[in-house]
């Protein structure tokens, strides 16, 4: 089965958005949605950063083209959250179009 084509990054924001959250939004539209069904809102951050494979040893997340802030567990939390979210709404628009 095809992955629909997610626009969570076309959404209207849940908060003010910053060139980390418009990318950040990119990166879990890009997500398969398979993969973005096993995160656990429990897991901490050390289990965050190594299910995901994209965090520094830092702490911070890899990102492509953002060099105004960083990525943290507690923001990469809040925007997968609402992703998990759009896409809990998006699912079923989107596999039948």
């Known amino acids: 089965m095809a992955e629909p084509k997610w626009d969570f990054e076309g959404e209207p924001p ?3 958005m910053s060139e980390a959250g418009i990318n ?3 990166y879990f539209d890009a997500m398969p949605d398979a993969k973005m069904r096993e995160y ?3 897991w901490s951050d050390e289990e ?3 299910w995901d494979g994209n965090f520094t040893t ?3 997340m890899m990102l492509p083209c953002v060099e105004s ?3 943290d567990p507690a923001m990469y939390r809040r925007f ?3 992703c998990i979210r759009y896409r809990e709404r998006a699912r079923g628009q989107l ?3």
């Open 14 to 16: 849940f908060e003010e």
């Open 24 to 26: 950040l939004c990119a």
């Open 40 to 42: 656990r809102a429990e």
């Open 48 to 50: 965050l950063m190594r």
């Open 58 to 60: 830092d702490g911070d």
């Open 69 to 71: 802030e960083d990525v």
């Open 80 to 82: 997968i959250e609402a």
């Open 95 to 97: 596999a039948s179009a």
